[in-house]
């Protein structure tokens, strides 16, 4: 039997709360609820249950100090034919480097490497035939959007399923602290 896993920073109600009073006024947008707000570190896709036990040693061996970061700005993916809207993050040296050990973790556990670029963003909206002329004055609306600093004091190893609604449902399987 297989899971579908990520690691992601859970964000606090405190900062959730601003992104959740952006969540109207788009055409097509399929506003993600509150539960589903996370910084994602690196999705693992569907493993095996023993390839799921080896990745949360290899997750649970991450030393890392605690730190802060913002959310600032806004864009889009699938340029052309947008798919998810999401608000960014400041630039954060610690972030990557967290990032980077979860990926050299999932590596340890003999997954693949991640083929994309770590973009860290808080994904807002799944979109659907939103006209790219309104997302654009949408997301110029947010840019100067930027939060009040978040403190990391640890990130998760979540289950994803998809649920008999709209959207996913994430789990938080295991949390590992920082600091």
């Known amino acids: ?54 990745l ?9 100090p605690a730190f802060e970061l913002t959310l600032e700005g806004a864009g889009w993916f699938g340029r052309l034919e947008p798919h998810a809207l999401w608000i960014g993050v400041g630039e954060n040296p610690a972030l990557i480097s967290l990032q980077g050990k979860c990926e050299r973790a999932a590596r340890r556990a003999g ?31 947010l840019g100067t959007f930027r939060s009040g600093p978040i403190q990391v004091t640890g990130f998760s190893l979540y289950a994803s399923w998809l649920s008999r609604g709209e959207a996913n449902i994430y789990e938080p399987v295991t949390r590992y602290p920082l600091g």
Not at 17 to 41: D, F, I, K, V
């Open 1 to 54: 039997m297989s899971q579908r896993l990520f690691a992601a920073i859970g964000l606090p109600d405190a900062a959730c709360e601003p992104l959740l009073a952006l969540q109207a006024g788009l055409p097509g947008a399929s506003w993600r609820p509150r539960e589903n707000l996370h910084l994602t570190l690196r999705f693992f896709g569907d493993i095996d249950e023993r390839q799921a036990e080896d």
């Open 56 to 64: 949360d040693l290899e997750l649970s061996k991450i030393a890392a």
């Open 111 to 141: 997954l693949a490497p991640e083929q994309r670029k770590f973009l860290p963003h808080i994904t807002l909206a799944y979109l659907d035939r939103t006209p790219v002329a309104k997302l654009a004055k949408f997301t110029q609306g």
